[in-house]
C-alpha cells in the first residue's frame, strides 16, 4: 500500500477563499472591515516571520491587520495592559498574541487579558474550557486545522481508535478533545507513556505532536492506518518515519506542507467569524 498524501496546502487555500468570500459578504453587509491586532514582543527573528506570514495572509483574505510591537523589555503588566486595551478596543476583532513571549514574561497571564469573544487563536482557558464542553468559542488553530483536514477528506472518526503523541496545551491535548468530541477513542500519550509503539500500532488515527524527528516509526503504523504529523523539526522533519509510514498508512499529511499550512488559514476562518458574531 501507498499512502494517499493530504495536501495541506490546496486545503488550507480552500479554505482562505471562503474566508475571503466571508470577508466580502461581511464588509458588504456592515461597511466595515474585520481587524485582527497582532502583537510581537521583542525581535525574535522566527517569531517576527511568523507574524509578517500572518499579517500578509490577512492583507490576501480583505483582514485589515494593526501591528503592536513591544520592546523586549516589556514587563508582564505592560503586556496585560496593552492586550486589555485591544480587548476593549471596539474596532478590533480578534487578537493574537505570538508566542511564546521573551521568558521573562507570564505569558498565561498575557493570554488570559484576551477576551474570550476576541480569542481567534483559542489560546485562552475560557476557549480550552469552551472546547472541552461542547460549547461555542474558538479552537486552538493547529487542532482546528487538523480536524479540518481530516473532514476534507472524509475521514471517518466517530468509533476510530485515534493515538494522540503529545499532550501540549495548544497541540496534543485540544486535538484529543476534539477527537473525543466527534466520537473517537481517544488515547493521549507523552513523555512517560509505557510501550509508545503498542499504542499506536492499535490506532485507526495516529496523530504525531511531539516535536521530535521520526519518533514515530513507520513500522508501528497499522496498515491502512491514518497519519497526521504536526511536529516541525529543523530540517523540516516530522514526527512520523515518513517513507516507511507512508508504505503502511492508507493517508498521511507530509511535512511540510501537510498541518502547518493549516493553521493560520484557521486563525483567519476564525477572525472573520468573530467579527460576524460580535
Ligand atoms: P511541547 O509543548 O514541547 O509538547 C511536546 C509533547 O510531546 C509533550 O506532551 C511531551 O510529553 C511529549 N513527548 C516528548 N517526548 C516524548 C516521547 N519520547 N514519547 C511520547 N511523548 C513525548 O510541543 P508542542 O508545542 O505541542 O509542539 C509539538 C510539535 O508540533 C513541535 O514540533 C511544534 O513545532 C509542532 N507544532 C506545529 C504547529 C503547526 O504546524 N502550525 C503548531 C504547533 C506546534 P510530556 O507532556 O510528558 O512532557
Known sequence: ???EIIDGVKIAAELYAETARRVRDYVGRTGRTPVLATVLVG???ASRTYVRMKRNRCARVG???RSVELPA???????????????ADPAVDGILLQHPVPGHL??????????????????TMRS??????GEPGFQSCTPGGILRLLDACEVPVAGRRAVVVGRSPILGKPVGMLLLARDATVTCCHSKTVDLPGLVREADIVVGAVGRPELIRGEWIKPGAVVIDAG????????VEFAAASRRASLITPVP??????????LLAQTVQAAETR
Open 232 to 239: 516541525s523539526n529543523p530540517g523540516n522533519i516530522g514526527d
Open 1 to 3: 500500500m501507498v499512502a
Open 128 to 133: 480550552f474550557a469552551a472546547m472541552a464542553f
Open 63 to 65: 483582514i485589515e491587520s
Open 257 to 266: 506542507g501537510g498541518v502547518g499550512p493549516m493553521t493560520i488559514a484557521v
Open 106 to 123: 507570564d505569558e498565561r497571564a498575557a493570554f488570559e487579558a484576551i477576551s474570550p469573544e476576541k480569542d481567534v487563536d483559542g489560546v
Open 43 to 45: 525581535d525574535d527573528p
Open 73 to 87: 523589555d516589556t514587563t508582564t503588566a505592560e503586556l496585560v495592559a496593552r492586550i486589555a486595551e485591544l480587548s
